[in-house]
T-cell receptor
Framework: GQQLNQSPQSMFIQEGEDVSMNCTSS?????WLWYKQDPGEGPVLLIA?????ELTSNGRLTAQFGITRKDSFLNISASIPSDVGIYFC??????????FGAGTILRVKS | DGGITQSPKYLFRKEGQNVTLSCEQNLNHDAMYWYRQDPGQGLRLIYYSQIVNDFQKGDIAEGYSVSREKKESFPLTVTSAQKNPTAFYLC??????????FGSGTRLTVV
């Protein structure tokens, strides 16, 4: 079946540092999505990407949809303590259920 | 405001009991999903439903059951056949285009 390989599995960084995480797949997706999950809550959508090569920003977050439609990265600039959580990438073929990566656990040292 | 509501937030189950987790949405979404999340782990699909009165097994359906009698509601029953039910359960819905909206989750603990 379809799988997404998300890395790194976890990160422990200093407040103010930039963060980068990525997802790769052997399958092509129409849409890539990035979610953040706070402890004890459901995931919340951060960024959605629709076009190959698309680069999208949302505040301190920047994500790109790979040109082959098989990968994506998420960058967080100048991390702050509230960035703590689990970040999930997800790929979607139009109208179908999402395929999720295993998540990147982000811990920020203040 | 439109959204998806899961209840209860915390649930305790005795050995051998069946328990039902509620998921209600007012987003007019056709598709609904149930995921299980273990500590520090990713999301595993239990069941999903793309229209009323129809549902499909996901990757880990054994020990669970669902119903979809109304568009707004997709309850999940954790049966006594599920040997390791302690986990965080997430419900999600999807509209016509893209992406899921998630509920805030139910944490189930076996006591």
């Amino acid at each position: 079946g379809q799988q997404l390989n998300q890395s790194p599995q976890s990160m422990f960084i200093q407040e103010g540092e930039d963060v980068s995480m990525n997802c790769t797949s052997s399958s092509i997706f129409n849409t890539w999505l990035w979610y953040k999950q706070d402890p004890g809550e459901g995931p919340v959508l951060l960024i959605a990407l629709y076009k190959a090569g698309e680069l999208t920003s949302n505040g301190r977050l920047t994500a790109q949809f790979g040109i082959t439609r098989k990968d994506s990265f998420l960058n967080i600039s100048a991390s702050i303590p509230s960035d703590v959580g689990i970040y999930f990438c997800a790929g979607q073929l139009y109208g179908n259920k999402l395929v999720f990566g295993a998540g990147t656990i982000l811990r920020v040292k203040s | 405001d439109g959204g998806i509501t899961q209840s209860p937030k915390y649930l305790f189950r005795k050995e051998g009991q069946n328990v039902t987790l509620s998921c209600e949405q007012n987003l007019n979404h056709d598709a609904m999903y149930w995921y299980r999340q273990d500590p520090g782990q990713g999301l595993r699909l239990i069941y999903y439903s793309q229209i009323v009165n129809d549902f499909q097994k996901g990757d880990i359906a054994e020990g669970y059951s669902v119903s979809r009698e109304k568009k707004e509601s997709f309850p999940l029953t954790v049966t006594s056949a599920q040997k390791n039910p302690t986990a965080f359960y997430l419900c999600a819905s999807m509209g016509i285009l893209w992406g899921y909206t998630f509920g805030s989750g139910t944490r189930l603990t076996v006591v």
